[in-house]
């Protein structure tokens, strides 16, 4: 009767990981359909935004800066919940693929998540620009402009390009500017 036991408690053990995997399937399907939902909402938005920028400089309708604002931060919003989704769905994928790091499986499991757009500097990899290094090569992922910036949240670069000094804070900064072409540069306003 142990054989037999053995055998039932082997094929329980089996089909309960068919039934952990289908599940898991299931799931990243569903995931990748919001996701691509989510990226439908997203260029519709962005669409609408090319529609009132139009109508403001062709045909001279009133679009205020605000109402261009908001649809700009409700795509920033869109940009965050595909960011979520997307690390869910690659946390799934990194679980169960042979050639998955075990780096890349321990952040899977850690739940380190990229930000959309985010890449290293120095490798290229996805990245989270809320942290500190790359969880690939370990370089810092804080450049020196970042660095400043975190220091003089205020300070915002007021640099002219035609070579003229700036104020930025109480400093000033010499900005250089050469033409890419050997035509006159001449700034727009």
């Known amino acids: 009767m142990s054989i037999i036991d053995n055998v039932i408690n082997t ?26 939902e989510l ?8 669409a609408e935004i090319g529609r009132l920028v139009f ?16 649809r700009c931060s409700e795509i920033s919003a869109v940009d965050h919940e595909i960011s ?19 780096s890349q499986k321990a952040e899977a499991k850690a739940g380190y998540s990229t930000s959309a757009g985010f890449h290293c500097h120095s ?26 910036t975190d220091a003089k949240p205020d300070a915002k670069p007021d640099a002219k390009a ?13 900005v250089e500017v050469e033409p890419e072409d050997d035509l006159p540069h001449t700034p727009t306003v």
């Open 39 to 46: 990226e439908r909402k997203k260029h519709a938005k962005m």
């Open 84 to 102: 979520v989704l997307q690390s869910e769905l690659d946390q799934i994928k990194i679980n169960h693929d042979p050639d998955a790091t075990p």
């Open 123 to 148: 490798c290229g990899a996805p990245a989270n620009r809320e942290k500190a290094f790359c969880p690939a090569c370990g370089e810092s992922l804080k450049s020196s402009d970042d660095a400043e």
């Open 11 to 36: 094929v329980t053990k089996e089909v309960n990981k068919v039934q952990s995997r289908a599940q898991e399937g299931i799931q990243a399907f569903n995931l990748a359909n919001q996701i691509k």
């Open 55 to 70: 109508d403001k400089h062709q045909n001279n309708k009133d679009v205020s800066d605000d109402l261009l604002k908001e």
């Open 162 to 174: 035609d070579g003229k000094k700036a104020s930025a804070g109480s400093s000033e900064v010499e």
